[in-house]
């Protein structure tokens, strides 16, 4: 296998949680709002009780093969060659979200901020940051998102400090008008905000921690973590603002940070957006990690040098962009990539899990 | 070497080696029956141990062996004409007795050094005031009265060709963590190289980062800060000729500390360790910040601020870039120029330079007075930090991000900030890393607050794995 | 290498200029917009008033503002015209005020409105107040007693918002469709007087559109305490026996209750609860103990009660929701609120305000 620096459980539980905050707290409660109307926060909740299933189940996965991450076990599984396109598969997929990710902030940037930069510069320089991260070790992307992590907490206090102004319960009664299909749906749509804990499927064996449980316990909290966040920013911006404001504003965060005012510095959504810059930057550089690490595994020893494929990654993604300039492009395929990471990400480890526990009782019935 | 080679021969082979040296000198004397020889450099040897303690007691009893008669300690023999001739070079006496087979090295150098001064470059108001000098035998004298402990090891090597400088390795034997050792020690050795220069060169050669801006070597004249560093568990390198010695592993967070946050109160540390983080922070941002707003995000301002800033800048020629560049730069040159001034002028031109060319330069509307209180508070920022490389090193990368937030506004800044922690974090030194996140309180207690010496029972983790305690029953007097 | 690579790209990026980058010496921020219609046609006549500091640059200076007037038929196209007329760069990063007319106020004026959460990087947080006069020729004054319009408009509503007497209205609560769940409110309304203008209550707005009833000064002040506004000591001064009495407002806490019957709503209670400190009562010192505060209680409720039913009387013949009762019939009674048309059923609908007095002390006296 190839070697990798260990993390301890505290580092992991950093890393999860920047990877599991991400674009959709500017955007989600304006998607909801189609969708579940009133009862958003009922929606994001249940989506994040998914997740945690879904945490449940790759740790399972994860500990019947404690000393090999999934691209190294999962030829054990399903053989040599499945095992092999599953690996480009899985490559593919992360290379595909971190473009997605990459595309989507850019567009938030040019239509709120930078309107006559051209397209390419947004895109360089975030694809630069993600290169020059993606290549280090395991454990530098670990001290990375441990220093980051201050700007959440920032951004927490003030979302949640914002929502004191103006805040009217009313907008969230009465509960559950529609019943309970519009919240399912709601919850679908949210799922796509929980998504990066499937990092547990590469990182389970080199992370350092007391017990196996304690590692679970570290990704609970994580998830718990991006719960709390997700839930009180769709609780704020359902108070603040009324549902028809709602549909018409796609990043409603923004508005209501406009509202700020001090004596020595106001429009903190600025300030916001920009910061929420290194949130997004960490989500994209551990998908770019995963994606190379996932190309390196496609040969036993490791095929090439992760520097050498991360900035293949790049130049590809930087090309692609150019024809991602339209929002409604971008809303389609952000659809597709929904899709593709509920199938790889819950259905896949149930298979796996399926097929290995059927591997282990015809080995031990034999 | 044969019996019979005769003095008058041995003098001849000797002072040929030395034939181009104006200050060999070669005495012969007759004790005795026999003939003898000493050999020398006289700029090197103390006439005064020549004559007292060589010459007089041969005069007075001449056939003995040397070694009873001499008195002198430093006493070897050698066969080997190279070594004696090196052993000249290194300001001992050679001295050949008629039939006898080897050398005797007698050590009789005079020492001529500076006295021990105060630190020059690492005032403190409260703490020692000793400083290390040149000469590598004094520095570690200040060391072992410092630690009077049989676990401090000295081991010294020779490195460079031709300068063949004496470079000694200190750590503590319980405390060190023997890959760190082993692997310096692997370091040290591979170095081929004509002359060292300290720390200069040892620290680029030895440094596993070779492009960065940032010191990956603490470099200190204090006796008492290489104590303190080296009772974690660090090791630390000193050589001939230099006083400054180099202290690995350290972190970033080493940088920022000073002896004195040990000698104030713990509050008053915790304060002065957070305000130098803050000045770090000024001074890479501030002045990017400043361009960043005048040219792309007024908004971040009050209208009172703005209105403000737009009529300083309102006749101003340059844009906001240009002013930033040019008053960074004067600042530089006025920096530079301070130093290399001999003393009574550097001051009168310090004061001149800062308070006439800033007054004149803004009723002159090249540069907006907003602008100058921006680079006089990114200077005085950065002095504030108390190692001198890592001053240099933040204050170079304004620049970059001045120029980048120039391009794209807060936004480049953000990307630089980002790129700057990439970077930390992938850094290490001697295998440790080099940049730890201080959000947890065992990593905190000593970088980012300075928590009270009784809370700080353990020793880091990364450089003394083996002994962490270091307090056992902290104001136990008052249980 | 990878350390030569930045500095060529950012020398590089440099040769090709930024883009957007907005010189600071060229901008002209616009304090106050005020938007009439102009002539009989739907052309927009929007004045911007410019406000800056003069001679500054040493410390000291002169604050100005100048006002430049446009048509256009929307507010982009306003902006359009403007930079035709005068150098520089107009921009709404600052603006405080909008103001508009009241003929403008009658027909809809959210719709164009709304134009302005599309300026981009616009702080929202400007107030938005009616104009009962000539707007351009007000606005087209530079210095009202020495101090410039913008000033001295602005002053007026911040100290009026900052005692409590008036409501803050900002312009982020009202386009867009709207923060309420029902589209009535009112805003502040300035009208002319001697040289400038001065407060004078609430002009009432019904689904967005100006009614042309509106609230004098006092009523304003005791329907912004039955909208829930905190007290901060808010001086009422009221009439009873022939003398008149002053109190100011330390606390105030509203709150509503439906009274249903059978199908349908009785009544509405809205029952407000003061606690008061008497600075003045009558010409002559009295001694006060506790009966004649007592009695003194009683009285100030009678006198609050009746002003309240004025008050309320106003709103319903405006047909202005301004209490969101209808939002709160809709959070604890949604079959209810399903069931009836709210526009039709709440001019008739019975409202009865109910007013506690608490007398916590006298002051400073005895």
Not at chain 2, 25 to 34: C, N, P, T, V
Not at chain 2, 74 to 92: C, F, M, P, R, V
Not at chain 3, 94 to 102: A, F, G, P, V
């Amino acid at each position: 296998m190839i070697k990798e620096e260990s993390i301890t459980g505290r580092q992991l539980f950093a890393i999860v949680v920047m990877v599991q905050l991400g674009t959709e707290v500017l955007s989600l409660p304006h998607v909801e709002a189609d969708v579940a109307g009133q009862d958003t926060w009922i929606a994001v909740l249940l989506s994040g009780l998914f997740a945690q299933l879904g945490i449940l189940l790759i740790w399972w996965l994860g500990s019947r093969y404690p000393d090999r991450n999934l691209y190294t076990y999962i030829s054990t599984i399903v053989g040599k060659p499945i095992g092999l396109c599953m690996n480009a598969v899985f490559g593919l997929y992360y290379a595909f979200s971190g473009f997605l990710l990459t595309t989507n902030y850019a567009d938030v940037l040019k239509r709120w901020m930078f309107v006559l930069s051209p397209w390419w510069i947004l895109l360089l320089m975030l694809l630069i940051v993600c290169g020059y991260a993606a290549t280090s070790t395991l454990r530098s992307l670990a001290l990375i998102s441990q220093t980051m992590i201050i700007v959440p907490i920032v951004g927490f206090l003030l979302i949640t400090l914002s929502g004191t102004y103006g805040f009217d319960a009313k907008n969230l009664l009465p509960v559950l008008s529609g019943g309970w299909n519009p919240v399912m749906k709601g919850a679908y749509a949210a799922f796509s905000s929980y998504v990066g804990y499937d990092l547990l499927l590469y990182a389970y064996p080199y992370v350092r921690s007391r017990s196996n449980k304690g590692l679970l316990l570290w990704m609970s909290i994580a998830n718990a973590i991006a719960i709390v966040f997700y839930v009180a920013v769709c609780l704020v911006c359902s108070t603040m603002f009324s549902l028809r404001q709602l549909t018409y504003i796609p990043e409603p965060i923004v508005f209501i940070l406009k509202n700020y005012q001090l004596e020595i510095i106001q429009s903190l959504d600025i300030l916001f957006l920009i910061f929420y810059a290194c949130v997004v930057l960490s989500t994209i550089y551990v998908y770019f990690f995963l994606s190379s690490k996932a190309f390196m595994h496609l040969r036993k020893n490791g095929w090439g040098k992760q520097s050498v494929w991360v900035w293949a990654i790049v130049c590809a993604c930087f090309a692609g962009g150019f024809f991602m300039t339209k929002r409604s492009n971008i809303i389609q395929v952000a659809a597709l990539q929904d899709q593709a990471s509920v199938y790889l990400i819950v259905v896949l480890p149930v298979i796996l899990l399926v097929l290995s526990t059927l591997q282990r009782t015809m080995r031990n019935g034999v | 070497m044969n019996r019979d080679v005769s003095v008058d021969a041995m003098e001849q082979i000797i002072s040929m080696h030395f034939s181009e040296q104006s200050d060999f000198r070669a005495r012969r004397m007759s004790l005795g029956e026999k003939e003898c020889i000493v050999c020398y450099l006289d700029t090197l040897i103390d006439p005064m141990h020549v004559q007292e303690y060589i010459l007089k007691p041969l005069l007075n009893r001449p056939l003995d062996a040397i070694r009873q008669v001499v008195s002198i300690l430093d006493y070897s023999e050698t066969d080997q004409l190279e070594e004696a001739a090196q052993a000249i070079l290194y300001g001992k006496a050679v001295l050949y007795r008629e039939g006898e087979s080897h050398f005797y090295l007698l050590g009789a150098d005079l020492k001529k050094e500076r006295s021990i001064n105060i630190p020059s470059n690492e005032r403190v108001l409260r703490g020692a005031n000793e400083a290390f000098i040149e000469n590598i035998d004094t520095n570690l004298n200040l060391m072992r009265k410092l630690i009077n402990s049989t676990d401090f090891i000295v081991k010294t090597f020779m490195i460079g060709r031709l300068s063949k400088t004496k470079v000694a390795v200190m750590y503590i034997r319980s405390l060190a963590k023997p890959n760190i050792i082993e692997e310096l020690e692997r370091r040290l050795n591979s170095m081929d190289i004509d002359y060292v220069e300290m720390p200069g060169f040892i620290d680029e050669w030895i440094r596993e980062s070779k492009y960065s801006l940032f010191p990956q070597m603490l470099i200190t004249e204090r006796p008492d800060r290489a104590r303190a560093y080296l009772m974690e568990g660090k090791v630390v390198v000193t050589a001939a000729g230099s006083p400054d010695v180099i202290i690995v592993p350290v972190s970033f967070w080493s940088f920022f500390q000073s002896p004195e946050d040990y000698q104030n109160s713990w509050l008053l540390g915790t304060i002065f360790r957070l305000l130098r983080m803050i000045c770090f922070v000024i001074t890479i941002g501030l002045p990017a910040f400043y361009v960043s707003v005048s040219s792309f995000n007024p908004q971040l301002l009050p209208i009172n601020f703005v209105n403000t800033l737009q009529s300083s800048l309102k006749f101003v020629a340059f844009p906001p870039v240009i002013e930033a560049l040019s008053m960074m730069l004067l600042l530089e040159i006025l920096r530079e120029a301070t130093v290399r001034l001999a003393s009574p002028v550097g001051q009168t031109i310090g004061v001149v330079g800062g308070i006439v060319i800033g007054t004149v330069v803004v009723q002159s509307n090249l540069v907006s007075n907003t602008m100058v209180i921006v680079a006089a508070l990114t200077g005085l920022a950065s002095f504030i930090i108390p190692s001198y490389e890592m001053s240099n090193a933040v204050r170079q990368l304004c620049y970059p991000a001045i120029l980048v937030s120039s391009i794209i506004g807060l936004f480049g800044l953000a990307c630089f900030f980002m790129m700057l922690c990439i970077h930390l974090c992938r850094m290490s030194s001697m295998g440790l890393p080099y940049f730890v996140p201080p959000f947890t309180l065992s990593e905190s207690k000593d970088t980012l607050i300075r928590a009270p010496i009784w809370k700080l029972d353990k020793r880091p983790q990364g450089t003394a794995p083996n002994n962490r305690t270091r307090l056992r029953n902290p104001r136990g007097w008052n249980r | 290498m990878r350390k030569a690579l930045a500095p060529l790209l950012i020398t590089c990026l440099l040769l090709t200029g930024c883009w957007d980058q907005h010189e600071l010496k060229k901008l002209l921020f616009v304090d106050i917009v005020g938007i009439d219609y102009a002539g009989d046609n739907r052309q927009l006549k929007v004045n911007f008033v410019i406000s800056s500091l003069r001679e500054a640059n040493q410390g000291g200076g002169r604050p100005s503002a100048i006002s430049y007037e446009t048509t256009g038929v929307s507010l982009f196209d306003a902006v359009a015209n403007t930079n035709k007329v005068v150098p520089g760069d107009l921009s709404a990063l600052e603006t405080r005020l909008y103001l508009i007319s009241t003929r403008f106020a009658k027909d809809k004026p959210l719709n164009i409105l709304n134009a302005s959460s599309q300026f981009l990087s616009n702080p929202l947080y400007a107030h938005l107040a009616v104009y009962d006069g000539d707007l351009s020729e007000l606005l087209s004054r530079s210095k009202i007693k020495d101090v410039p319009v913008s000033d001295l408009l602005m002053g007026l509503l911040e100290g009026e918002i900052k005692r409590g007497k008036i409501p803050s209205n900002k312009l982020l609560h009202y386009i867009l469709g709207g923060t309420n769940f029902i589209n009535d409110f009112a805003l502040n309304r300035f009208v002319p007087s001697g040289e400038g203008a001065r407060l004078a209550g609430l002009a009432l707005f019904s689904d967005g559109r100006y009614t042309g009833t509106n609230l004098n000064n006092e009523e304003t002040q005791l329907a912004n305490l039955m909208n829930g506004a905190q007290g901060k000591i808010q001086t009422i001064v009221g009439r009873m026996d022939g003398s008149h009495y002053s109190v100011l407002v330390q606390n105030a806490k509203r709150k509503f209750r439906i009274v249903r019957s059978g199908e349908g709503i009785n009544h509405i209670e809205v029952s407000l609860k003061l606690d008061l400190k008497i600075v003045e009562e009558d010409t002559e010192l009295n001694k006060h103990s506790k009966d004649v505060f007592k009695s003194l209680e009683k009285t100030i409720e009678e006198d609050l009660t009746s002003k309240a039913v004025e008050v309320i009387a106003t709103l319903q013949k405006a047909n202005c929701d301004y209490f969101q009762l209808g939002h709160e019939v809709a959070a604890y009674h949604p079959k209810l609120y399903g069931k009836m048309n709210w526009r039709e059923l709440y001019p008739k609908l019975r409202i009865k305000p109910v007013i506690h007095v608490n007398i916590l002390n006298s002051g400073i006296l005895e």
